[in-house]
């Protein structure tokens, strides 16, 4: 063969790139770091754990092959809605996220008389560069990753949001991160950091991207640090609804400090592939993590999720409970890790991954995994995969329930304790994409 | 279409768990206002009888008939059985987490009306009927049966009784797991739904419930057949003497 199909080159960042020029010197020393770490990294073997279930090829593009684009049309809804949701006091802030590119501010003014900050990253590298400096890269890094480095490198702008200590900001801040529509590709960031005492619920969405495979696929990659100092309290939501050729890859990082305590709510409805890894290190003596998970999957939609509970302290606790939901020919994959470090004593940690399969041809795997390097925690996990239960379902219909609604109203009890952990108003929303796909089975 | 002075009547029913048979050829009739109790061993059939008869997709009936007021009940799914008025009160009722006795209680009423309650009169309705059962008020929003104890589930059991008000109840074991007290209230419930226009066959292994719900007649199941058939004295001579007498009985019946 004479020429190479450019497909099979792998792609590296080249030399020179808008984003590896842009801001101040410390950052770009992190970018040209992250660059050269995505491009001396190898793609990590299929065997390599954490890639058993999906080719990391996937998320090997040439970004430069893309152009600017144009964004869905829905977004619009999405953030009228949202706007609404401010002007009626649902909401503290709005923050919409094209791709990066343009950031759109809603009630940051607002929060300012707070001292709390809703910035773009970029305009908190200039107004905020202590804090930024600080903690951005912390912990997603070029050292966490290929994909990470990948992120590291060439985020063009992302959101940050601060709030300072002892300040409870009393209704949830929403972002809302639109993708590009076909053959995008995006690098969404977002740091938070949450101060001493202070109390913060953040809803991050992530919408948009191809609509249609035959127009071509879209993709993110996507990083999140967040940062809970001694004693705050943090809800983070995480919502991911994007469109049906959208391949996602994100990491996620949280380190809690002492007292602190942490909300995590994965919840996914979209995108044709997503690998999504949440991860919280419980970093001071009595911190707290819980996480709700919950995916449904229809079509040919194949999730891979990963979550890491890291005990890097004494009296730590956390607790998963991660509920998967499945019909068509979709595919889950969830690996989840609980580290519990030498030195850390009477920790408690525990893990529950379910999943309903709503028929066959579905698949689901489960794979728990312990590192725990000290005997004196409390620990356990445990892991169901099966059909919905026949004899709930004629209980339902002794009562005169038709068997489709008995269907429905098991589903939706399956999936209502994660949902309760949501916001109000964010869970009417979720909750017709539940009924959205539940008014075929 | 004929009707029969008969309420509810089931010929010849033959019932077969995983390929064998457990219910070999039974026949009931019961008129409108007549309390009928099945009473039998562990292992009798006749709580396969009864999950036979609702519809349990474990329960096969491989032949026999099932009229409820002239109505064909076996070409029936289960749901259309509760809605042509039948109900049976599970011996161990399943939790269903996530879903509230209320938001069941709403969506079963709304399939037997076909049409939504008025919520405050829902909320009016159920806060009675509650109050009625001894069961607290708090239960509206628990999930139906998670954490219960066998007492909580029995009493939910009655209370979907009272609020769908079936024309004929089906009661497995609805005494078994109830201290006195609350075997008193659930047999007042029993005794406040039934009226002439219903009619109620009791499934039971022990007499207890009988002194409060009166039976006026009483069929001892036993292998998979009705055995024995009685009024109420019956049951009292069951509680005496045990089953084996009815055993032998049959037996010397089979050897003349």
Known sequence: MTTMNKTDVEYTIPEVTPELERGPVWLRDQRRASREAFNVAEVPPRGLHLWRYTDPKTFLYDRDAVADTAYS????????????????????????????????????????????????????????????????YRLVNARTGKFEAMNGALWNDGIFVYVPDGVTVDKPIHLLRESGLARSSQFPRLLVVVGKNA?????????????????????????????????????????????????????????????????????????????????????????DSNMYGLLFGSGYQH???????????????????????????SHSAYTGLIRIDNDARTCQAYQENRNLLLNEGVRADTIPELEILNEDVQCSHGATIGPMDPESVFYLEARGIERDEAIRMIVSGFVDHTLKTVPDDLRQRIGTFVAQRLERI | MTQSKAHFEFKDIHVEVEGKEVVKGVSLTINHGEIHAIMGPNGSGKSSLSN?????????????????????????????????????????????????????????????????????????????????????????????????????????????????????????????????????????????????????????????????????????????????????????????????????????????
């Open chain 1, 73 to 136: 049309e829905n977004y619009d809804i999405v953030e009228k809605i949202e706007l609404d949701n401010l002007k009626n006091g649902n909401i503290a802030a709005l923050a919409t996220d094209l791709g990066g590119r343009d950031i759109k501010l809603n009630g940051a003014d607002e929060l300012a008389k707070q001292g709390v900050v809703l910035s773009s990253l970029s305009s908190a590298v200039e107004h905020h560069h202590e804090l930024v400096e600080n903690y951005l």
């Open chain 1, 199 to 287: 109390e913060l619920t953040l809803i991050d969405e992530y919408g948009g991207g191809s609509l249609d495979e035959n127009e071509g696929i879209s993709h993110a990659n996507g990083a999140v640090e967040i940062f809970g100092l001694e004693d705050s309290r943090t809800r983070y939501v995480m919502l991911q609804r994007q469109a049906s050729a959208m391949k996602l890859y994100l990491t996620h990082r949280a380190q809690i400090e002492r007292g602190a305590s942490m909300l995590t709510v994965p919840l996914a409805f979209g995108a044709l592939l997503s690998k999504e890894n949440f991860g919280v290190t419980l970093n001071g003596e009595g911190a």
């Open chain 1, 303 to 329: 999730f891979d999720n990963h979550t890491l509970h890291h005990h890097a302290a004494d009296n730590t606790s956390s607790n998963i409970d991660f509920k998967v939901v499945l019909k068509d020919r």
């Open chain 2, 52 to 256: 036979a008869l609702m519809g349990h997709p474990n329960y096969t009936i491989t032949s026999g008939e099932a009229r409820l007021d002239g109505k064909n009940l076996l070409e029936m799914s289960a749901d259309e059985r509760s809605r042509a008025g039948l109900f049976l009160a599970f011996q161990y009722p399943l939790a269903i987490p996530g879903v509230t006795v209320a938001n069941f209680l709403r969506a079963a009423l709304k399939s037997h009306r076909g049409k939504d309650a008025d919520m405050s009169d829902f909320r009016k309705l159920l806060k009675a009927e509650m109050s009625d059962l001894s069961v607290d008020p708090s239960f509206a929003t628990r999930y139906l049966n998670d954490g219960f104890s066998g007492g909580e589930k029995k009493r939910v059991e009655i209370l979907q009784m009272s609020m769908l008000k079936p024309k004929m109840a089906l009661l497995d074991e609805t005494d078994s797991g109830l201290d006195i007290d609350a075997l008193k209230t659930v047999a007042d419930g029993i005794n406040r739904y039934h009226n002439d226009q219903n009619a109620i066959l009791l499934v039971t292994h022990y007499q207890r419930l009988l002194n409060y719900v009166k039976p006026d007649f009483v069929h001892v199941m036993m292998n998979g057949q009705f055995a024995k058939s009685g009024g109420p004295e019956l049951a009292l001579k069951l509680e005496e003497s045990g089953y084996d007498w009815v055993e032998k009985e049959v037996l010397q019946k089979a050897e003349v």
